[in-house]
């Protein structure tokens, strides 16, 4: 099992940017595919960002494809969503979450371990 915490939300104006950081602790964190997922209110959580466990694969929803880039590092037991060119409709909580799978897959039901979330609130 691996447990996580985020950090990194806030208020941003759009057009800025946002850093968000996951601490993960457990044995299992490096042979762990790792995700971001957001929610928003009144919506289903959706994934993001999905990296495999080399950090060598990731995937992207369209949503966000070529603003946001997810990488992490094994060492530090960190995984981390630069956020760029943000707009409003990005404001969600944001969650860092793993999967056994060490794949990068964009799929919500894959993921077991789940962060307590980070809020990110994009002004327009």
């Known amino acids: 099992q691996v447990q996580l915490v985020e950090s990194g939300g806030g208020l941003v104006q759009a057009g800025g940017s946002l850093r968000l950081s996951c601490a993960a602790s457990?044995?299992?964190?490096?042979?762990?595919?790792m995700g971001w997922l957001r929610q928003a209110p009144g919506k289903e959580r959706e994934v993001v960002a999905a990296?495999?466990?080399?950090?060598?694969?990731?995937s992207y929803a369209d949503s966000v494809k070529g603003r946001f880039t997810i990488s992490r590092d094994n060492a530090k037991k960190a995984v981390y969503l630069q956020m760029n060119s943000l707009k409003p409709e990005d404001t969600a909580v944001y969650y860092c979450?793993?999967?056994?799978?060490?794949?990068?897959?964009?799929?919500?039901?894959?993921?077991?371990?789940w962060g307590q979330g980070t809020q990110v609130t994009v002004s327009s």
């Open positions: 457990g044995s299992t964190f490096s042979s762990s595919g």
């Open positions: 990296i495999s466990w080399s950090g060598g694969v990731t």
């Open positions: 979450a793993a999967s056994p799978d060490v794949r990068a897959i964009l799929k919500a039901t894959i993921f077991t371990s």
